[in-house]
C-alpha cells in the first residue's frame, strides 16, 4: 500500500501543487531534492495506535516524505511522542535518520499537500479509499486512533464508515480531549481521541501545550494497553 500509493496523481491540482513547491523551494531547503508525491504512512503495520493529521505540509513531508518530518508541526509532536514512549527520537530529520515508532502508525486522509492546507471536498473523496485500506490493514491491532484537529476529525468519520465502523447519529463533533468509542465488527471497539492540531498556530499561542498533547497520547496508550 505505501508503495501503491506513492504513485497517485487522482487529483490534478494536487499534483501540480506538490510539485510546483518543489522547484520553487524555501531558501532554507534550496540544496534539498523535494519528495515531492504522496506520503504514505509511517510507522509499524501492527500498531495499536494510529495518529491522524489532515494532508502534508508543502515544505514539511511534501519535502522530507515521511509523515511529519521537517516542520513546526512535526518538531512539536515527535517531542511529545518520544516523551511518551512512542518514539526512538525527539528530532524527526528525514525519512533515512533512524528514527522508528513504537506502537503507533501515522496517517493522514489526504496525502499530497495541498495549497493553503485546504483540500477540497472532492479531494479528500479522491484520497479516501487510501486510508480504508490502511486502516482495514491494521485493523486486527488497531485499539485507538488519535485524531489532531477538526479538519482532520472531519475526512476521518466517513474514512472510518467506510471501514465498517459504526459512527453514532448524530456525528460527534470534534473537541480536545473528546473520546467517542465506536463498534466494529466482532465486539472489537475502537477509541477515538480529539486533540488539538500542533500547527504553530496552535502551540505558539499556547493552546496546545505539550503536557496536554502528552496527556492524550498517554491516555491512547492506556486505552491501547501499550
Ligand atoms: O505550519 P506547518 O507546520 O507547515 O503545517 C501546516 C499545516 O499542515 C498545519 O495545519 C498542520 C498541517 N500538517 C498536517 O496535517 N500533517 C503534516 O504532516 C504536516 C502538517
Ligand atoms: Fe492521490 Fe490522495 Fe494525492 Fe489525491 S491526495 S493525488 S487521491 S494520494
Known amino acids: ?45 501492527d500498531a495499536a495506535i494510529s495518529l491522524v493529521g489532515l494532508a502534508p505540509a508543502a515544505h514539511g513531508a511534501n519535502r522530507t516524505g515521511r509523515m511529519f518530518t521537517g516542520d513546526p508541526s512535526g518538531d512539536f509532536l515527535y ?28 496517517t493522514a486522509p489526504v ?13 479528500c473523496d479522491n484520497c479516501r479509499p487510501w486510508l480504508t485500506t490502511e486502516l482495514t490493514l491494521l485493523r486486527p491491532t488497531l485499539r485507538v486512533v488519535v ?6 476529525w472531519q475526512a476521518l468519520l466517513p474514512v472510518l464508515a467506510a471501514a465498517d465502523w459504526r459512527i453514532p447519529k448524530p456525528r460527534p463533533k470534534f473537541g480536545h480531549g473528546v473520546r467517542v468509542d465506536l463498534a466494529g465488527q466482532e465486539d472489537q471497539v475502537l477509541h477515538l481521541l480529539g486533540c488539538y492540531h500542533v500547527s504553530p498556530h496552535n502551540t505558539y499561542t499556547g493552546r496546545l501545550t505539550q503536557a496536554m498533547l502528552q496527556e492524550v497520547l498517554t491516555q491512547a496508550k492506556t486505552l491501547a494497553g501499550v
Open 1 to 45: 500500500l505505501d508503495r501503491e500509493v506513492t504513485r497517485c496523481r487522482r487529483c490534478p491540482r494536487l499534483v501540480t501543487w506538490r510539485e510546483e513547491v518543489a522547484t520553487v523551494k524555501r531558501a532554507a531547503f534550496r540544496e534539498q531534492t523535494y519528495w515531492a508525491r504522496p506520503v504514505p504512512g509511517f510507522g509499524p503495520p
Open 79 to 106: 517531542q511529545a511522542l518520544h516523551a511518551t514512549g512512542l518514539s526512538s527520537s525527539p528530532v524527526s530529520v528525514s525519512a533515512d535518520d533512524g528514527l522508528e515508532l513504537h506502537g503507533l502508525r501515522m
Open 111 to 123: 496525502r499530497c499537500a495541498p495549497p493553503e492546507n485546504k483540500p477540497t471536498p472532492a479531494e
Open 147 to 152: 485524531v489532531l484537529g477538526a479538519f482532520g
